[in-house]
């Protein structure tokens, strides 16, 4: 795995870019990894809607809760698929809405210095041993590219925006990626 520090692409990731990005504020140093968990329709696994969803084309008929999300404009730097496959929607180098209202150490605004891993999954359902393996595989890299990403600025979303979001939820088995 390697990622180009210029262009933000991770090699072996599928790359479907995303519009639901714009560009760090200047002179942002990337210090922050959020996890997250997506799938639809929520509690589904697999096909093409999260593509959709960060691409702005969810068929608004194929299931009724994509009604209620379809004009939201969101995205995150990577999906981590159940089968361990990584899909990249936005380069590290842009910033990525995951985070939306959002604190870390008093500082607002996450989206800016972080960068957002979605795993395909559910709050309650464990995710699968190669979920892990991969998202073990990714923060070395990260961490060696990005070093202000520290073991203790590693944290879900729910930490960030806490009342308000609640993934990745208590089946994420944070022992699983710190060392
Ligand atoms: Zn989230």
């Not at 991770?10 to 790359?15: E, G, H, I, P």
């Not at 979303?157 to 308000?164: N, Q, V």
Request: aromatic fraction near 8%.
């Amino acid at each position: 795995m390697h990622i180009d520090i210029h262009s933000g692409l991770l090699d072996v990731a599928r790359q479907v870019p995303s519009p639901n990005c714009d560009a760090r504020p200047a002179g942002t140093s990337i210090d922050l990894l959020v996890i997250h968990n997506i799938s639809l329709p929520p509690g589904c696994f697999g096909g093409d809607a999260i593509d959709c969803f960060f691409t702005n084309t969810l068929d608004v008929d194929a299931d009724p809760f994509y009604s209620e999300i379809s004009e939201l404009r969101v995205s995150a730097h990577l999906l981590i698929q159940r089968d361990g496959a990584i899909v990249q929607y936005v380069p590290f180098t842009q910033r990525a809405w995951h985070a939306g209202v959002s604190c870390f150490a008093g500082r607002e605004c996450c989206n800016d210095f972080s960068i957002g891993i979605e795993l395909e999954g559910t709050d309650e359902l464990p995710y699968e041993a190669i979920q892990y393996q991969v998202l073990r595989q990714l923060i070395d890299l990260l961490v060696q590219v990005y070093p202000g990403i520290r073991q203790d600025r590693i944290v879900g979303h729910s930490d960030i925006a806490p009342g308000r979001k609640t993934d990745p939820g208590p089946a994420f088995d944070w022992s699983k990626i710190r060392t």
